[in-house]
């Protein structure tokens, strides 16, 4: 099966003028294929499974808790992802874990900065690097509104897509091992509640956007003026099927009078629908 898929993924990512790389596991068999799957590439807000992981991990030191109250901070609201960027910084208050779900399901970057605060750019890097990730690199916790001027590798925040498939991945094993848990710092129980908050998504505009309606697509996506992304596990039903984690960069604004950003999207989407239908036969 993956040698056909492997070609035709290929062969869409050929058909275009920028950019593309993937990663996919095949979660039934354990096969394995990339395209330029190590190439440093912007990470944009993918880097919020990376911030997940370790702020869960800090949970399971016993540093934080998940109702720790959560403080939206007027410094980080010059953005507009999400939406606590609309509210009244000396009102709002959270908890931690309904933090972390804005982060993730809508992309919040006001939650964002705070948990990066909270925790440390050093702490989060050095954790990072423990689980083996020696390309990823989070230069900054929060992008504001003025900051999204095109990325560039060497002053952003950036991965690889073998780096976030392989970290979406031990989500979904320590969900089912302990012992893969532990590897991350984190138990099955913790997994579990990353695997819950990634299917919270909202922007599905990517990943899941031609799938049929029994898929379920636990995800993250990232977005710069130049670059559009997404890494997720695809399940049907309760079953997952696959990993597939797909980076583009140096699109153009316009392609064949066609915003660039349509086609970056509208491409994984088919990666996505083309991966999804190689499993025809799963129940």
């Given at each position: 099966?993956?040698?056909?898929?492997?070609?035709?993924l290929?062969?869409?990512?050929?058909e275009?003028?920028?950019?593309?790389?993937?990663?996919?596991?095949?979660?039934?068999?354990?096969?394995?294929?990339?395209?330029?799957?190590?190439?440093?590439?912007?990470?944009?807000?993918?880097?919020?499974?990376?911030?997940?992981?370790?702020?869960?991990?800090d949970?399971?030191?016993?540093?934080?808790?998940l109702?720790?109250?959560?403080f939206?901070?007027?410094?980080?609201?010059?953005?507009?992802?999400?939406i606590?960027?609309?509210?009244?910084?000396?009102?709002?208050?959270?908890?931690?874990?309904?933090?972390?779900?804005?982060?993730?399901?809508?992309?919040?970057?006001?939650?964002?900065?705070?948990?990066?605060?909270?925790?440390?750019?050093d702490?989060?890097?050095?954790?990072?690097?423990?689980?083996?990730?020696?390309?990823?690199?989070?230069?900054?916790?929060?992008?504001?509104?003025?900051?999204?001027?095109?990325?560039?590798?060497?002053?952003?925040?950036?991965?690889?897509?073998?780096?976030?498939?392989a970290?979406?991945?031990?989500?979904?094993?320590?969900?089912?091992d302990?012992?893969?848990?532990?590897?991350?710092?984190?138990?099955?129980?913790l997994?579990?509640?990353?695997?819950?908050?990634?299917?919270?998504?909202?922007?599905?505009?990517?990943?899941?956007?031609?799938?049929?309606?029994?898929?379920?697509?636990?995800?993250?996506?990232?977005?710069?003026?130049?670059?559009?992304?997404?890494?997720?596990?695809?399940?049907?039903?309760?079953?997952?099927l696959?990993?597939?984690?797909?980076?583009?960069?140096?699109?153009?604004e316009?392609?064949?009078?066609?915003?660039?950003?349509?086609?970056?999207?509208?491409?994984?989407?088919?990666?996505?629908?083309?991966?999804?239908?190689?499993?025809?036969?799963?129940?």
């Amino acid at each position: 099966m993956e040698k056909p898929l492997e070609q035709r993924l290929k062969d869409l990512c050929d058909e275009q003028p920028f950019h593309i790389g993937f990663s996919f596991i095949n979660l039934q068999t354990g096969g394995f294929f990339n395209r330029f799957g190590d190439e440093i590439v912007p990470s944009a807000s993918t880097r919020k499974i990376f911030i997940l992981a370790c702020v869960l991990a800090d949970i399971k030191a016993g540093k934080l808790n998940l109702t720790d109250h959560f403080f939206i901070q007027k410094k980080y609201q010059d953005n507009n992802s999400g939406i606590f960027h609309y509210f009244d910084p000396n009102a709002c208050v959270i908890s931690l874990h309904d933090a972390l779900v804005a982060m993730v399901a809508i992309s919040d970057n006001a939650c964002t900065g705070g948990i990066v605060e909270m925790i440390g750019l050093d702490r989060l890097n050095k954790y990072i690097t423990s689980l083996g990730f020696n390309q990823t690199l989070l230069r900054y916790g929060n992008l504001s509104a003025s900051a999204h001027t095109p990325a560039r590798v060497e002053t952003t925040n950036v991965t690889t897509p073998n780096e976030a498939a392989a970290m979406i991945h031990w989500f979904l094993k320590g969900s089912i091992d302990e012992k893969e848990a532990v590897h991350i710092g984190l138990d099955s129980e913790l997994c579990n509640l990353a695997l819950k908050i990634l299917l919270m998504q909202q922007i599905n505009y990517r990943l899941p956007f031609h799938l049929p309606v029994e898929a379920r697509v636990a995800h993250k996506t990232g977005t710069r003026s130049n670059a559009y992304n997404d890494v997720g596990i695809v399940y049907k039903g309760e079953h997952p099927l696959f990993i597939l984690a797909v980076y583009t960069f140096e699109v153009p604004e316009m392609i064949e009078n066609m915003p660039g950003k349509y086609v970056a999207s509208d491409l994984i989407a088919r990666l996505c629908r083309s991966c999804y239908d190689s499993f025809e036969d799963v129940s």
